[in-house]
């Protein structure tokens, strides 16, 4: 692990039972996660991308802890202390790295109290610093909100009078508060407008130049992600399928589902259509089954191998690794 | 020669709130034209939505204060919808069997208690058609359903979010409507679901010969299936064009800004996205003259700011509400 790594991910994973209702016992589990490795540089936004249910909300809830992974290991080298494993570490020691792990979620509507002045929403998280002045807090929640570019009258007033582009400044804001070193946003911008969400996207890589924040950027669009990430995951059922740099990822993608993903974005420009491919609903039976590759019933280069064998994520060109048996050239943008 | 199966004149619908009445679509004129898509485009709160629930009528609690909402099964026999009370029989003939709606959250569009093969029938045998099992089946095979015997026979919340949608269009083409509306069908669902469904309703569309009003936020969509696009702010329509004039040559200033903050998958991008100031102002506090001039970035003084725009007209047939523009068309 180099030096200027802060976060590191190995062997990160997580299952959930399947149909434990009361009545109907439980029918083995499902990996949401596994065993997905990744760094993140300091200072450097890192994306994860991938379908609903592909696992990426899990992994940024286990790395806030939210969420208790199964196995593997979370390393985080703060700037000012030891490395330590997120994972290992018990409720009691997590309280005093959480101001330097922060998140903005994705709905501004339900994550912010009604009923807490914006002051109050924003300064929740010293809370538990312990020695903190009250002059000091109050200091910091107005550098917040001048740096999220709420106004300083906005302080004492709640939620509701704000738009969906000004809450999210609010939980950026939030975020920000504690001076975090990791900021784990969670689709923080698929709630809103496209105009909105520019602002939104554009003070994200502001404040990461600004204060060198590093993020790990969780989302669906593939165009959102181009705009702010250096580095982007792609995951299918809880595995990272490909991983590298953005521009070759989206140039010249190695795996089979970045290809599908990229082709089925939408695209504004009339004329340029969007291929579909197959998609077959994975039964209970498939999801709990590992052998073989996760992507084979869907993917359209497949063979023999892919049925009975599951690929291991390498590096096929330098930089840039995918989890697939075959060196295939696919089609970017 | 326009032939329009829907044609709003003039549309306002109000709301009744605590703050007083808001008048969230505000003198909208709009035309669907037969055989056609029709793409609405604008951000949340510009009345898009509510606008296209006037269609059905299903508006409430807002009101339709004035203007015309004219529905023509043929060029000359025009349906007065905006004159018919929500209830009545008159409006639920009109429901399904002439325009048919769907959803952005096929979830809550489906009753739970019921299964998909019985809710599907349940429209069909309300408009006097065959709803044995059968033509229930055939209808999910029509949409592309696997395993349409068992999805008749299953509960919404067994379906996925694709399926659930895929059902849900079923149900809305089960009773072959001649205007289809659909309330940004696509956003609750992932890329590749998405490319899907939309394919599926291009391929209705042309073998039904539909006409399709579809709502969305995201461009890229509007882009990929409509054949003319209708770009909202603040309950008017601002800009109208075919989606080739609109996408290569945006000539309202709104449409342009709009086009320009998307992120683009295809383009490298290093420095700040362009960005439109400011949020759409509250709709209690319509802005004087142009309703964007207060955001717009190419205002003129003493100008956009006390004159409401008037349409102007283009050659190519599209339509722009823009001082900027005035005497140009």
């Known amino acids: ?333 | 020669m326009p032939d329009p199966v829907v044609d709003i004149q003039d549309l306002t619908v109000s709301f009744k709130t605590r703050r007083g009445h808001v008048r969230v679509v505000n003198g909208l004129t709009l035309a669907l034209e037969r055989g056609r898509i029709l793409g609405v485009v604008g951000e949340s709160g510009s009345g898009k939505s509510v606008m296209s629930r006037c269609l059905l009528r299903i508006e409430a609690p807002g009101k339709i204060v004035s203007g015309r909402v004219t529905y023509f099964k043929t060029p000359e026999q025009g349906l007065h919808l905006e004159r018919m009370d929500s209830t009545c029989s008159a409006i639920r003939r009109v429901r399904w069997k002439e325009i048919a709606m769907i959803f952005q959250e096929p979830m809550s569009s489906f009753g739970p208690q019921h299964t998909i093969g019985f809710q599907i029938a349940e429209a069909m045998r309300l408009h006097g058609l065959d709803c044995g099992n059968r033509a229930v089946v055939d209808e999910l095979m029509a949409v592309g359903m696997p395993r349409p015997e068992e999805v008749a026979c299953q509960y919404p919340h067994q379906l996925s979010g694709g399926m659930r949608q895929r059902a849900m269009i079923a149900m809305a083409l089960s009773c072959r409507p001649k205007v289809l509306v659909a309330d940004e069908p696509t956003s609750a669902l992932d890329v590749s679901t998405e490319a899907q469904i939309l394919k599926l309703i291009s391929a209705k569309q042309l073998s039904l010969g539909m006409s399709v009003l579809f709502i969305s936020h995201n461009l890229g969509v509007i882009a990929h299936i409509a054949d003319d696009v209708a770009v909202m702010y603040m309950g008017e329509v601002v800009e109208r064009s075919s989606v080739k004039a609109l996408f290569d040559g945006p000539k309202h200033p709104y449409t342009r800004a709009l086009l320009q903050s998307i992120p683009r998958i295809d383009r490298e991008c290093s420095g700040p996205l362009v960005v439109l100031g400011g949020s759409p102002p509250s709709p209690f506090v319509l802005p004087s003259g142009c309703r964007f001039h207060p955001r717009c970035p190419q205002r003129i003084p003493g100008v956009c700011d006390r004159e409401p725009p008037a349409i102007e007209l283009f050659q190519d047939g599209s339509e722009v509400r823009c001082h900027l523009w005035e005497g140009r068309g």
């Open chain 1, 1 to 333: 692990m180099t030096e200027s790594n802060l976060l590191n991910v190995r062997g990160l994973s997580k299952s959930y039972a399947l149909n434990t209702g009361l009545w109907s016992g439980a029918e083995g589990s499902v990996r949401a996660v596994d065993r997905v490795n990744f760094c993140i540089e300091r200072g450097r936004t890192f994306g994860l991308v991938g379908e609903s249910g592909s696992g990426k909300t899990t992994i940024g809830r286990m790395v806030l802890r939210v969420i208790e992974p199964d196995e593997g290991a979370i390393l985080f080298s703060g700037a000012d202390s030891e490395t330590v494993d997120l994972a290992r570490l018990k409720p009691s020691q997590i309280r005093p790295l959480r101001h330097k792990i922060q998140m903005v979620f994705q709905d501004p509507y339900s994550s912010l109290d009604p009923r807490m002045t914006v002051a109050r929403i924003i300064g929740e998280p010293l809370a538990p610093i312990h020695g903190i002045a009250r002059s000091e807090i109050q200091d910091r929640i107005v550098e917040a909100t001048q740096l999220v570019g709420l106004r300083r009258e906005y302080l004492d007033r709640y939620p509701h009078a704000f738009s969906g582009g000004q809450r999210q400044r609010i939980g950026i804001a939030r975020a920000l508060v504690s001076g975090p070193e990791l900021v784990v946003a969670d689709e923080a911008v698929s709630a809103l407008d496209v105009s909105v969400q520019a602002q939104i996207l554009n003070l994200l890589r502001e404040l990461q130049q600004k204060l060198g924040i590093t993020y790990l950027f969780i989302a669906h669009d593939l165009g959102v992600v181009r705009y702010l990430c250096d580095t982007i995951a792609v995951l299918y059922r809880g595995r990272i399928v490909e991983a590298s740099e953005k521009r070759v990822l989206y140039q010249s993608p190695k795996h089979p589902y970045t290809e599908s993903l990229i082709a089925a974005a939408p695209r504004p420009e009339p004329g340029v259509t969007t291929a579909s491919y197959p998609q077959t609903i994975p039964t209970n039976e498939q999801l709990t089954t590992s052998a073989g590759c996760p992507y084979y019933s869907r993917c359209s280069y497949r063979q023999e191998i892919c049925e009975c064998q599951e690929p291991t994520l390498r590096e096929i060109v330098p930089g840039q690794f995918a989890a697939c048996h075959f060196d295939l050239n696919l089609k970017g943008v």
